[in-house]
Each structure stands twice: as C-alpha cells, then as structure tokens.
C-alpha cells in the first residue's frame, strides 16, 4: 500500500488509447475529473473529445521506437498509464517474438525512463507517478507464450526499476477482459477500469483485479522475492 490518490485535476496521459482498455480508462478517469492525454499509434483513431458533456481531452499520436518525441509534453503530465500491448497468440517465429519484446517490454519500459527523467524538481516527486498494465500473466499462463515472456520481462523490468525511481510505479495486474486483444474475456473493462481507479485511489501499490484467486497468493509471494533477490544482488548507479 501507498498513500491515497486523488486523480481529481490531475494531468493523466494514456497509452493504447484507442485500445478496449484505453477508451475505458479515458472515459473512468475523465469520470473522475481528471485531464486526459490520449497517446495513440493509430493516427486515424477516433475519441470523444469531450467527457461529462465539457472537459476536453487532448489526443497525441506516437510511434513505436520515437517514444522521445514526446518528452516536452511529458513534463507537465502528472500520471503516464503505460497501456499499450499486443498479443501474437501462438506465433514463436522470429518477427514475433521481436515485435513481442519491442511492444510489451522495451517500448514500455522506454516511456518509463523518459518520464522519469521528466522528474526534475522537488515537487513532481509528490505528484507524478507511471502506472504499468502488465498482466496477471506475470504470474499465471495467458496460453500465449510469447505475451507471457514478454510481460514478465517488464513486469520484472518494473520491479527492478522502481527500487529507485523517484516517484511510484504501480502496477496494474489484470485478468482477462474482452476486449480486441482478448475477444474470450470474462471481464468487462469498464469495470476493471473502475477497479484500477478505485484501487489507486486508495493507495494500492500493486493493482490486482481478477477473477482468478491463484494472482491474488502468486502474484504477491513472487513480487516480493524478486524485489528482494534484485535489491542483495543490483546496485543502483553510484
Ligand atoms: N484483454 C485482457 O484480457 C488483458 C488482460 C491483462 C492485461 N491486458 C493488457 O491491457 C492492455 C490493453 O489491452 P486491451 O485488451 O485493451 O487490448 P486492445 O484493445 O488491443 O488495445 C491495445 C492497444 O495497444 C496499442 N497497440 C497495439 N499494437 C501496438 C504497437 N505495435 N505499438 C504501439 N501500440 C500498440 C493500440 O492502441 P493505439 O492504436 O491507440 O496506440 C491498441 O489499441 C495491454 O497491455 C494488454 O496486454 C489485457
């Protein structure tokens, strides 16, 4: 657990907007009175650009491995939500597993550092903080091997990186809801996109919503011993 969140004002910036999940978090955030930033790779996406009938959002396009072209806009934003993800389901041939790890893991983890850097004065260290959508595969089979390997790379990316980031990283680990990643869910996101807000605004480090009991045992055993296992044996640069 942190301490509680108040996502009223706050300046939030989405990725995967377009995405199930995105368009989700666009419309339970917005809810909120939070000012939303939808991030998108698809430059013909369409959004409600206004929620509640007046507050407007702002949509940003982006391109996989030119993350860094947004790093002005990143400064005044106070929550990044990294949502942004694929699924090749069972495909192992060479071009998926890159595009698997270039998705999932080091695009991710690339808008992590960035706006870390972003995290330049006294006062962003109280009001920012990145959420991160790994999965609940981090601990369980997603049936897709490559998803799987993918997000428990930055799921343990996360993990070793915010032994010293200078602001929360959250984690959000999700089970399985419709969507066009997974059409089969059980859930539906918006709500899961209520829980993930409810749960951050009570301070929840680490996100579980699923129906699935085994994540809610695994999930915290794993975490904690890798962050253990990564704090005795990584040192953070001198
Ligand atoms: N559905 C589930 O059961 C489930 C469970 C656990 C976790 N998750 C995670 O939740 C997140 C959202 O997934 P979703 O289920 O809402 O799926 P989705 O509807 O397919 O949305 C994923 C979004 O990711 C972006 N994206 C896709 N390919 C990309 C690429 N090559 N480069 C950059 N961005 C790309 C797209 O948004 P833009 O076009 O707007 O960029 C896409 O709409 C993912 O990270 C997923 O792994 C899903």
């Known amino acids: 657990m942190g301490t509680a969140l108040s996502l009223k004002g706050k300046s939030i910036a989405i990725t995967g907007a377009s995405g199930t999940m995105g368009k989700a978090l666009v419309s339970e955030l917005g809810k909120r009175e939070a000012q939303i930033i939808a991030l998108t790779t698809s430059p013909d996406a369409s959004f409600d650009t206004e929620i509640n009938g007046n507050q407007k959002i702002e949509v940003l396009t982006w391109q996989l491995g030119n993350e860094s072209a947004l790093r002005d806009r990143l400064q005044t934003v106070d929550i990044l939500i990294l949502n942004h993800g694929i699924n090749v389901l069972g495909a192992r041939d060479s071009e998926a597993i890159y595009k698997s790890y270039e998705v999932n893991t080091f695009s991710v983890f690339r808008w992590i550092d960035l706006f870390l850097e972003s995290i330049n004065e006294s006062k962003h260290i109280a009001a920012k903080e990145v959420w991160v959508?790994?999965?609940?595969?981090?601990?369980?089979?997603a049936f897709s091997p490559l998803y799987e390997l993918s997000k428990r790379a930055i799921?343990?990316?996360?993990?070793?990186?915010?032994?010293?980031?200078?602001?929360?990283?959250?984690?959000?680990?999700?089970?399985?809801?419709?969507?066009n990643l997974n059409p089969y869910g059980v859930m539906s996101a918006?709500?899961?996109?209520?829980?993930?807000?409810?749960?951050?605004?009570l301070g929840f480090r680490d996100i579980i919503?699923?129906?699935?009991?085994?994540?809610?045992?695994?999930?915290?055993?794993?975490?904690?011993?890798?962050?253990?296992?990564?704090?005795?044996?990584?040192?953070c640069k001198p």
């Open 190 to 201: 918006s709500f899961v996109a209520w829980a993930i807000a409810t749960l951050a605004e």
């Open 133 to 141: 959508n790994t999965s609940e595969a981090e601990v369980n089979p």
């Open 209 to 235: 919503v699923t129906i699935n009991p085994i994540t809610f045992i695994a999930y915290p055993i794993k975490e904690f011993w890798r962050s253990l296992y990564f704090r005795m044996f990584s040192r």
């Open 155 to 179: 799921g343990d990316l996360v993990t070793l990186r915010r032994l010293d980031a200078p602001c929360p990283i959250r984690k959000l680990i999700l089970g399985p809801f419709k969507s």
